[in-house]
């Protein structure tokens, strides 16, 4: 019984030392020829992709994906694959680039396939070990990252005329701290925005809160921009901003919340709300305030994108009811699908703040 085992053993660990002895003279021989252009045998393929595949995906799993069909992020993200990636991974209407037919694997042409969100975001910000992908992620913040994922959403759909006017359009590759906590550029008004409401209590709550403005974290929230917003740029999704602006002021919550798509999200000044809270809660609130007020639209912009399309503008509200009004400077962004001939509304973003006065 004894002898046995031994004799196993024996057995076992002198097969263990020919195949490391095998492995070794197997890499130190210099056979393997580790060339781009030489490429793996099927099995070997098959195998690494297997291995790749399950990689990301145990890793992407749990990724929460934001929300990927705001202009805005995909107008940045234009930029970033512009600046980044079409050497390896084309664009619409470019065949080839001198670096791609080199490379082993070879890159996809990201202007034809589409790749899961998670799936993108893991590789874009870890990279590929043994391939050209590089991780994009030691030079990136997350924010830039989730720019480029929800770019490569559209971009098979894009024709070279829509993607070279979209690049025209996007801001420049160093533009990515999307809102940080850079004191310099949020103080000039951030502080502000961060406070202030859109709604009847607004006057007291801004003035009780202005004690504490600066704690309020004004890095919390990008402040909403005209960036990539053309004046007219989408009349049709302007015209349909109007009408939602008009039933507001009139009272029409049938109109306002027809506007509304079911899965609309609304944020007012940071806080988030789903449409069915809004139309329960704030919305009442909201045509309670703009009943006693006048409001004046300033500016008006917007960005079409295929079926989607966003429209930013502002407007300066003076409250006519309050001992002493208190004047409101607007700031909205509505992101709008189009859904047969109709545009309809799925995001609200809201923020407002007291007007600056000029002395
Ligand atoms: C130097 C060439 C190179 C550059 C530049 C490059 N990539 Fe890649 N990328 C690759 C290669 C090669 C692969 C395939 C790797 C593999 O399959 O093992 C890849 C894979 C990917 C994938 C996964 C595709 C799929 O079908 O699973 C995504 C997404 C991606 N790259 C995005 C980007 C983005 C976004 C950029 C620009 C920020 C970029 N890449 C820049 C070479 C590159």
């Given at each position: 019984?004894?002898?046995?085992?031994?004799?196993y053993s024996i057995a076992v660990v002198a097969l263990l030392a020919i195949l490391i002895a095998g492995g070794a003279v197997f890499v130190y021989s210099g056979v393997y020829n580790i060339g781009a252009d030489d490429h793996h045998t099927r099995?070997?393929?098959?195998?690494?992709?297997?291995?790749?595949?399950?990689?990301?995906?145990?890793?992407?799993?749990?990724?929460?994906?934001?929300?990927?069909?705001?202009?805005?992020?995909?107008?940045?993200?234009?930029?970033?694959?512009?600046?980044?990636?079409?050497?390896c991974h084309l664009k619409p209407g470019m065949s080839d680039s001198e670096i791609r037919p080199g490379l082993y694997p070879q890159p996809p042409n990201l202007s034809q396939v589409r790749v899961d969100p998670k799936d993108?975001?893991?590789?874009?910000?870890?990279?590929?070990?043994?391939?050209?992908?590089?991780?994009?992620?030691?030079?990136?913040?997350?924010?830039?990252?989730?720019?480029?994922?929800?770019?490569?959403?559209?971009?098979?759909?894009?024709?070279?005329?829509?993607?070279?006017?979209?690049?025209?359009?996007?801001?420049?590759?160093?533009?990515?701290?999307?809102?940080?906590?850079?004191?310099?550029?949020?103080?000039?008004?951030?502080?502000?925005?961060?406070?202030?409401?859109?709604?009847?209590?607004?006057?007291?709550?801004?003035?009780?809160?202005?004690?504490?403005?600066?704690?309020?974290?004004?890095?919390?929230?990008?402040?909403?921009?005209?960036?990539?917003?053309?004046?007219?740029?989408?009349?049709?999704?302007?015209?349909?901003?109007?009408?939602?602006?008009?039933?507001?002021?009139?009272?029409?919550?049938?109109?306002?919340?027809?506007?509304?798509?079911?899965?609309?999200?609304?944020?007012?000044?940071?806080?988030?709300?789903?449409?069915?809270?809004?139309?329960?809660?704030?919305?009442?609130?909201?045509?309670?305030?703009?009943?006693?007020?006048?409001?004046?639209?300033?500016?008006?912009?917007?960005?079409?994108?295929?079926?989607?399309?966003?429209?930013?503008?502002?407007?300066?509200?003076?409250?006519?009811?309050?001992?002493?009004?208190?004047?409101?400077?607007?700031?909205?962004?509505?992101?709008?699908?189009?859904?047969?001939?109709?545009?309809?509304?799925?995001?609200?973003?809201?923020?407002?703040?007291?007007?600056?006065?000029?002395?």
């Amino acid at each position: 019984m004894k002898q046995h085992v031994k004799h196993y053993s024996i057995a076992v660990v002198a097969l263990l030392a020919i195949l490391i002895a095998g492995g070794a003279v197997f890499v130190y021989s210099g056979v393997y020829n580790i060339g781009a252009d030489d490429h793996h045998t099927r099995p070997v393929f098959a195998i690494l992709q297997a291995l790749r595949e399950r990689s990301i995906h145990a890793r992407s799993e749990h990724i929460v994906v934001p929300n990927l069909e705001d202009p805005q992020l995909i107008l940045k993200g234009a930029g970033q694959y512009a600046a980044m990636c079409t050497d390896c991974h084309l664009k619409p209407g470019m065949s080839d680039s001198e670096i791609r037919p080199g490379l082993y694997p070879q890159p996809p042409n990201l202007s034809q396939v589409r790749v899961d969100p998670k799936d993108a975001f893991w590789i874009i910000k870890h990279g590929i070990k043994m391939s050209a992908m590089p991780a994009w992620g030691t030079s990136h913040e997350d924010p830039a990252i989730w720019s480029m994922v929800a770019f490569l959403q559209k971009l098979p759909d894009m024709t070279p005329q829509q993607y070279k006017e979209m690049v025209a359009k996007a801001p420049p590759d160093e533009d990515m701290d999307m809102g940080d906590e850079d004191g310099g550029h949020s103080h000039s008004h951030g502080g502000d925005e961060a406070e202030g409401h859109h709604q009847g209590e607004a006057g007291s709550m801004a003035q009780a809160d202005e004690g504490h403005a600066h704690e309020a974290s004004p890095a919390a929230q990008p402040e909403l921009s005209r960036e990539g917003l053309t004046p007219r740029a989408a009349p049709d999704a302007e015209a349909a901003a109007q009408a939602f602006h008009g039933a507001l002021q009139r009272g029409d919550r049938t109109v306002v919340l027809g506007m509304l798509a079911p899965e609309a999200t609304l944020t007012e000044d940071g806080q988030t709300q789903s449409r069915e809270t809004y139309a329960a809660d704030h919305l009442a609130e909201d045509i309670a305030f703009l009943k006693h007020a006048t409001v004046v639209p300033l500016w008006m912009g917007s960005m079409p994108m295929g079926d989607i399309a966003m429209v930013g503008s502002e407007a300066r509200i003076t409250p006519t009811r309050d001992g002493k009004p208190r004047v409101l400077r607007s700031h909205e962004r509505l992101t709008l699908k189009k859904y047969g001939s109709a545009w309809k509304i799925t995001a609200v973003q809201w923020q407002s703040a007291p007007e600056e006065t000029t002395p």
